[in-house]
C-alpha cells in the first residue's frame, strides 16, 4: 500500500530540480551523495506539508506538548527511516530504480547522526519515533553538536578516535530558525536591587553571554502525517565580527565571544555512564535548557496562555540528571523574569518537571563542585541554595535530629551540587527503565528518597522502535511477518506478533524462519568480508555483542571464553565444538583505560584464533569497527545469540536485548536490567540464563567481595585463560600488555575489589551455559523454535507500549490526529 501523498513522475521531477539546481548536474553525472542530497531535499519537500499541519493542528487542539530535554539523541540515518513511516519507501525504492538509482546505495551516503553515546541516546530517539507515530505533541530538545560521537578506527587492534564531521555535506533534512534565536548568559556577578515595595531583583551583570540558535529536525510518524520537531541548538556569538572595530576593544571582545560560542557545542562527550565534571559539560547543559525553556515560555504565552497554566500545556521530562539544571532556570524565569513568588514558581516548576533514571553505576552520577557550578551559574546556584534550604527544612521536620539523613539527601554537601537530588526534590515523577531497575532505586541506590516521597516513584520499562529495528533493519522478516498474519498492523501494535506462536509447531515456517536469518547472516557476512576482510561461514552460530564497552557489560566475560574455548579445541581435538563466529562492537570513551585495553585483547585473540589453521576455521573472532546505528540493523537481524551478560544489578535495563530478540536471536545473559522481563515474556526454557542474581551481587558488594583466587586455584581451566593474559600468548610475546587486565581481576594495585564485576566468579555458569548453547543449536529445529518464539514474544518491548504508559502515569497528554485537508 502507497501513500497518496508520492506521485512517482512528480517526485523522479523534483530529483532532477533538485539536482540541476544544487549542483549543476543530471542523474547521469551526479556523484552517489549528489543524488542523496537531491532525493532527501525531495522526500523533505514532501515532508514540509504535514508539517506544518502538525503544527495547526497542535495549537489549534491547546494540546498539552511533552518536551524530552536530553542531551543525546541517537537518530541515526534519516532517509530509509523517514521513507518507512512515510509508507513511500517501496515506491521511492521504484521511482529511483527507474533512473537507474538504487535507493539503498543512497541510504549509505547518509552520515549517522550521532548526537547520543549508547543506550540513552538511542533511547531518546526511539521515543520520539513512538510519540509521533501515536499521535502525541512533542518536541525532542537538544544540542546539535559540530562533531558527534567520534568515529572508531582500530589500527593494529587498537581504538583510535576520528572526529566525527557528520555537517561535512550538510544534513539535507534539518532546518534552520533563526526566528527563535535565544540569549543565553553566564558567569558575571549578582547584584540585588529593591523596588519601593521592597521586593528584590537580581541583577546578572558581566556575564558572557552566546546565541542560541534552534535547528528543527522532522520526526515522521507512522502512516500518520504527524511531523514532531527535533529541536538541536547551535551557539553562535552575539557580537557580529565587524572589521570597521578592528582597531577599538571590540574587536577583542567580539573574537573572544565568537569563542566562547563556538566551542559550546563542539563536541558531544563521548562517556557513557562515567562522569568527568568539565566545566564545558556544565556549560552545554545550561547552554540547551536555558534556550529550550525560554522558548517554552514565549509559546506558551503566544499561544495565549497565562505563565500559571504552564502544568497544564507542557511537560518536561529530563533524561537523566543531565537537563537537571532546567528545574532551577525554570524557577529563575518565573520568579526573575515573570514576577511569580517563590511558592508560585515552586508549584508550577515541580508540577512540570518530571526525571528518569538510567543508571546506578555511582561513577555515572553528575556531582559538580559548588565553585565551578556557582562561578558559571551564579544566580542558578543561589535558586539552588534556596531549593535546597527548603528541601533540607522538609527532611528535618520529617526526621527530627537525624543530621546523617540530611547529609545524605541534602542537595548541597561536601562542595558538591548532586543533581540526582536536585531532580528527585523538584520532580513529580522518578522512574527507573527496568522493574528490576526501579527496585534496586527504591530498595538501595535511592532508599532514603523512596522512604521520604514513594509516591514520586514509579517504574517505566524501555521498548524500541519496530519501525526501524524490524521493518527498516529487517525487511525479509517483516514481509515474512505480514504474510504469516494477514496484516502489516504490527508496525504499530507488536503485540500482534503474538499471533506467530503457534508457528512454532510448523514445520514449514520453521523453516522458512531461519531461512531468513541466514540471509541476513549472508549480509551481515558480506559486511565483515568487506570492512575486515575476514570470511565467515554462514553456517556457524552469529554469537553477538555489540554495545558500549565498559567493565560492567563484561565484554572480558566473553572473550576470556573464547580464550577458554580455544584452548579446549586445541587440547581436544577429538571434541565436538559447533562452528562459532563470534562477533563485537563497541566503542570505549576516549579517557577510558581499560576499556581501550579489553578491544585490544578482543583484537588480540581475534588476531591468533582466526590464523590457526588446525582448528579449521571452527572459531572466528570478528571485531566490527564504528559500531553505530546504521550497522547495527545489520547486525541485529543477523544474530543467533544475544549476549546480555553485565553483572547482574549494573544493567539499569539495556535495549539491544530488546532488538536482537525482535529479530529472533536467543539470549543468553544474566537476570538485569529488561533481562528479566524478557525471559518473563518468552519463558526460561527460550533463553540461556547464567549467572548471580542481583542480591547476590548486592551482598558480596556490601561485604567487600570475594577471593578470586580460590577459583584460580581450583580451575585449572580457568587457571590457564588468566596465565594466558601474561605469558605473552595474546601480546605478540609482550607479557605485560594485558597485566592490568590480570590484575584487575585477581589484586587490583590501586586497592579496589578484585573482581569488581564478578567475571571470575560468574565465569563457571557462563560456561556451562555456552555449552547448552551449543547443544540446542545442534537441534536445528529446537533452536528454530526457540529463535521464532522470540519474535513472537517481543510485543511487550516496542517503545509504543512504553510511551503509552508514560502518558497514562506522567505526561496525562493528548493524542491529535493531523487531518488530510
Ligand atoms: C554523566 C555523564 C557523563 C553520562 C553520560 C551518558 C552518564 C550516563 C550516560 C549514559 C547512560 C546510558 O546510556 N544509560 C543506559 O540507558 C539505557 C536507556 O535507559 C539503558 O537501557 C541502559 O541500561 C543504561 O546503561
Redesign the pocket.
Known sequence: MFDTRFDKKKFQTEIQENLKNLFRKSVEDASSQELFQAVSFAVKEVIMDDWMKTKKTEKKEESKVVVYLSMEFLVGRALGNNLINMKNYKMVEEALDELGVDLNALEDEERDPALG????GR?AACFLDSLATLGYPAYGCGIRYRYGMFRQKIEEGYQKEIPDDWLMNGYPFELRRPEYTQEVRFGGNIRVEHDEFNNAKFIQENYQSVNAVLYEIPIIGYNNHMVNSLCVWDAEPIVNFRLDSFDSGDYYKAVEQENVARNIVDVL?P??????GKELRLKQQYFFISASLQSALKALKERGYAVKEMDKKIIFQMN?T?PTVAVAELMRLLVDEEGLSWEEAWGITSKCCAYTN??IMSE?L?KWPIDLFSRLLPRIYQIIQEIDRRFVEQIHQRYPGNEEKVRRMSILCDGQVRMAHLAIAAAFSVNG?ARLHTEILKHQELKDFYEMMPEKFNNKT?GVTQRRFLLHANPELSNWITDKLGTEDFATNLELLENLKPLADNDNALSEFMGIKRKNKERLAAYIKKHNNIEVDVDSIFDVQVKRLHEYKRQLLNILHVMYVYNQMKEHPEKSYYKRTYIFGAKASAGYTRAKEIIKLINSVAEVVNNDRSINGKLKVVFIEDYRVSNAEIIFAAADVSEQISTASK?????GNMKFMMNGAVTLGTMD?ANVEIVEEVGRENAFIFGLSSEEVIHFEKNGGYNPWDIYNQDQDIRKVLDQLVDGTYGNGDKELYRNIYDSLLSPKDGSMADMYFILKDFASYRDAQEQVDAAYRDQKRWAKMALLNTASCGKFSSDRTIEEYVADIWHSKKIKVGEE
Open positions: 553515546n549508547g543506550g540513552l533511547l562527550y562517556n557513557d555512564n562515567h562522569y568527568a537523566d543531565h538510567h543508571t555515572a553528575e527503565v524501555n544493567e539499569a535495563s539495556g535495549t536490567g
